[in-house]
């Protein structure tokens, strides 16, 4: 009998709860099976729930998360089981050509690039399956926790990613609307980038003030940072 996990699932719009289902066991050649030690809520997550990509029935949600390598594709190199992983939350097939052409959201079509709890089983589960494991898997060093790591899956990557769409000049000034936690990395990106002068925009207090701790971090690391927003 096969092996069977929790899981937290959207069964209908407006509707969400747990299900036991079965644990993936093959996982393709270019695949890999992960067992998850750590994962995030998305508002992406409450979004699809509400409808926002239309009905769902009882779909795990999810895609933001690290884990452990449980068993890969006979394919896939440069991990091994066992590796602690930080898992993409866009998975491409990074072969189709959107992919080929750098548009990898959009592989294979409109939003192809996002499969996890879209058109497959996200990552709210004991274990997940990761197609095209080799490119959508990064190791975890020893030094990082799975609960920082985590944090590198969709808000550090997203917001970094803004910044390099912005297209910053060395030197340049950037307003960054809003210091939720992807404006806050897309304003950490920025400076990483060399903008001269980043302004924040912001009007929750708790969200000014933690801005403002966290450019007092960049302020230590990078002496030659702007003013405080």
Excluded at 117 to 127: I, L, Q, R
């Amino acid at each position: 009998m096969a092996k069977r996990m929790k899981t937290f699932v959207m069964k209908q719009i407006g509707e969400v709860g747990f299900m036991e289902k079965p644990v993936p066991v093959d996982p393709a050649p270019n695949g890999a099976i992960i067992k998850t030690t750590r994962a995030l809520v998305c508002t992406s997550d409450t979004h699809t729930v509400a409808g926002a990509i239309g009905e769902r029935e009882n779909i795990t949600l999810g895609h933001e998360a690290v884990g452990i390598v449980h068993k890969l594709g006979s394919a896939v190199q440069g991990v091994k089981e066992g590796d602690r992983v930080a898992v993409n939350a866009i998975t491409p097939c990074y072969k189709c050509e959107n992919c080929l052409r750098g548009y990898t959201s959009q592989c294979q079509g409109m939003l192809g690039g996002w499969k996890f709890a879209n058109v497959k089983d996200g990552n709210f589960a004991e274990y997940f399956l990761v197609n095209e494991a080799e490119a959508n898997l990064a190791i975890i060093p020893d030094a990082v926790s799975d609960e920082a790591a985590v944090y590198t899956t969709d808000m550090m990557s997203t917001g970094f990613m803004g910044a390099e769409h912005a297209n910053i000049p060395i030197g340049g000034t950037v307003a960054v609307f809003a210091q939720g936690p992807v404006g806050l990395m897309a304003t950490v990106g920025a400076k990483l980038l060399g903008a001269g002068l980043i302004i924040a925009v912001e009007t929750v207090p708790k969200r000014q003030d933690l801005a403002r701790q966290l450019w007092e971090v960049l302020r230590e690391h990078a002496p030659r940072a702007a003013a405080a927003p």
